[in-house]
Nanobody
Framework: QVQLVEFGGGLVQAGDSLRLSCAAS????????MGWFRQAPGKEREFVAA?????????YYADSVKGRFTISRDNAKNTVYLQMNSLKPEDTAVYSCAASGLVGTPRVEFEYDYWGQGTQVTVSS
């Protein structure tokens, strides 16, 4: 069992940066691929980024955030991060982290086994 808690959301202006953190419980964090998803009001949840289980290994990004967001993980701290730069109003959403037992960088919701509650990110223009 893995429990996930997100931190770091808030209200920022367009062009600002924000770093989200996701703290995981459990001793097997390092064996899970981790992902970030987001859900804007009135829209379906969408994939943002994923990182494979081994620190420094594979990452994958949605086209909408590629070049602006960076996902990373610190297995010693049981934490995954999402560094968000050059934020845009369309990045406004509830951001959730998730853990998957699959190899690689899962990009679909049903591939993830555990989910956090989410943290709100609001980008004003």
């Amino acid at each position: 069992q893995v429990q996930l808690v997100e931190f770091g959301g808030g209200l920022v202006q367009a062009g600002d940066s924000l770093r989200l953190s996701c703290a995981a419980s459990g001793r097997t964090f390092s064996s899970y691929a981790m992902g970030w998803f987001r859900q804007a009001p009135g829209k379906e949840r969408e994939f943002v980024a994923a990182i494979s289980w081994r620190a420094g290994s594979s990452t994958y990004y949605a086209d909408s955030v590629k070049g602006r967001f960076t996902i990373s993980r610190d297995n010693a701290k049981n934490t995954v991060y999402l560094q968000m730069n050059s934020l845009k109003p369309e990045d406004t959403a509830v951001y959730s982290c998730a853990a998957s037992g699959l190899v690689g960088t899962p990009r679909v919701e049903f591939e993830y086994d555990y989910w956090g509650q989410g943290t709100q990110v609001t980008v004003s223009s």
